[in-house]
């Protein structure tokens, strides 16, 4: 089986562009969660969805924003970039009611 | 709310060492704790989630950890360290089944010939 994908692997940006991320998750899992993880720190949580509805949001600003389709694939956007959203974006998808995350390889994102 | 504490940014063995990774957490209920570990350029691998039951839990690869409550640990061990087990290693922890993850700010493990 499929683990959780993630397109694309690497995209450079630049400064005030927008972005969309996308993750399908793996067969059977309707949860979808976003996480930022940035040089030398631990992941951060951004959003989790299930259901196609947003079940939770970190402390991100309102340039961040998701959305999850019928059949429970997921994208992130940010808009207006900045140089500070340069990060691996990691999508992790679950069992409801579950406690195991599998994560993605994640996609790298520079802003020049 | 929840918080994980990982001391020191890197720690080197020797290949066959011990291996001895501290996480200690903060939780406002019971928590389910995991660690994961990222090679470079990777996403992340789950090693070994506790949840209920026995506190001393087996991994993958050779790991394992013991939830001590008193101690608020979670500390992952391996009894002899092999060079592929160089890597980053994440404590995280979470108060729920469908809630978020809240990581530690990681552990580079460097294993020497």
């Known amino acids: 089986d499929a683990g959780v994908t993630q397109s694309p692997t690497h995209l450079i940006k630049t400064r005030g562009q927008h972005v969309t991320l996308r993750c399908s998750p793996i067969?059977?899992?309707?949860?979808v969660s976003w996480y930022q993880q940035v040089l030398g720190q631990g992941p951060q949580f951004i959003f989790q969805y299930y259901e196609k509805e947003e079940r939770g949001r970190g402390n991100f600003p309102d340039r961040f924003s998701a959305r999850q389709f019928p059949n429970y694939s997921s994208e992130l956007n940010v808009n207006a970039l900045l140089l500070g959203d340069s990060a691996l974006y990691l999508c992790?998808?679950?069992?409801?009611?579950?406690?195991?995350?599998?994560f993605g390889s994640g996609t790298r994102l520079t802003v020049v | 709310a929840q918080s994980v504490t990982q001391l020191g940014s890197h720690v080197s063995v020797s290949e066959g060492a011990l291996v001895l990774l501290r996480c200690n957490y903060s939780?406002?209920?019971?928590?389910?704790l995991f660690w994961y570990v990222q090679y470079p350029n990777q996403g992340l691998q789950l090693l070994l989630k506790?949840?209920?039951?026995?506190?001393l839990v087996k991994g993958i690869n050779g790991f394992e950890a013991e939830f001590k409550k008193s101690e608020t640990s979670f500390h992952l061990t391996k009894p002899s360290a092999h060079m592929s087990d160089a890597a980053e290693y994440f404590c995280a922890v979470k108060p729920g089944a469908n809630s978020k993850l809240t990581f530690g700010k990681g552990i580079t493990l460097s294993v020497r010939p």
């Open positions: 939780s406002s209920v019971p928590p389910y």
């Open positions: 992790a998808s679950s069992l409801m009611d579950s406690y195991g995350y599998t």
């Open positions: 067969s059977g899992h309707k949860s």
């Open positions: 506790y949840t209920t039951g026995a506190t």
